[in-house]
């Protein structure tokens, strides 16, 4: 039963252009979601994060948009820029589970920016 | 500040055998967990230690999984025996004790693991 999902394997997006990265969830116990970044031979590196009772928080070129009644959330990033190619993960947080930061994460989504 | 380190890199050993991997976390980090991710799909949790206790060991696939945190400092995941649906790549992640769940976790490079 994944709890996250990232329905969109793939995106390929244009130098200059918006990315628009989605993830869906289905465990409304969830209170904290965040999205992570990952190169080929690395670990994943934490991008933004946006707590359930926001609907919005930026960072630069990157901004999360939570919608809690459609259990979904998104990832902006504007300009896209081809070092941003990699594979982004959504991730969940429910604070009031058994493991305080435990993350549920969805199955990836492949980003690339082509020049 | 040097990073989350694992090792090895890449480890290939045939079914029935035993591998341990390691993990180093940040230096303070109280809280290390291990995630796994196999064949392109999600990554997922394995277990959580606080120092050198579990706090959560709900994602262990099964009892051929141990982990240990000696001290509460380095942690090591063995794998006895392997089988052929262990291979992935195991991510070890890290981060100060006390911090909300929107602070990002430090993972290290991971150890992909291939049983043959």
């Known amino acids: 039963d994944q709890q996250v999902k990232q329905n969109s394997p793939s995106l390929s997006v244009q130098e200059g252009r918006i990315s628009i990265l989605n993830c869906d969830y289905t465990?409304?116990?969830?209170?904290?979601f965040l999205w992570y970044k990952k190169y080929p031979a690395e670990g994943p590196t934490f991008l933004i994060s946006i707590s359930s009772i926001k609907d919005k928080n930026e960072d630069g070129r990157f901004t999360v948009f939570l919608n809690k009644s459609a259990k979904h959330l998104s990832l902006h990033i504007v300009p896209s820029q081809p070092g941003d190619s990699a594979v982004y993960f959504c991730a969940a947080s429910a604070t009031g589970g058994t493991s305080y930061g435990k993350l549920t994460f969805g199955q990836g989504t492949i980003l690339t920016v082509h020049p | 500040e040097a990073g989350v380190t694992q090792f090895p890199s890449h480890s290939v050993i045939e079914k029935g055998q035993t591998v341990t991997l390691r993990c180093d976390p940040i230096s303070g980090h109280d809280n290390l967990y291990w995630y796994r991710r196999v064949m392109g799909k999600e990554i997922k949790f394995l277990l959580h230690f606080v120092k050198e206790s579990k706090q959560d060991e709900s994602g262990m696939p099964n009892n051929r999984f141990l982990a240990e945190r000696t001290g509460g400092t380095y942690s090591t995941l063995k794998v006895q025996p392997a089988e052929l649906e262990d291979s992935g790549v195991y991510f070890c992640a890290s981060t100060p004790l006390g911090r909300g769940p929107d602070y990002g976790y430090t993972f290290g490079s991971g150890t992909r693991l291939t049983v043959v």
């Open positions: 465990n409304s116990m969830f209170d904290y």
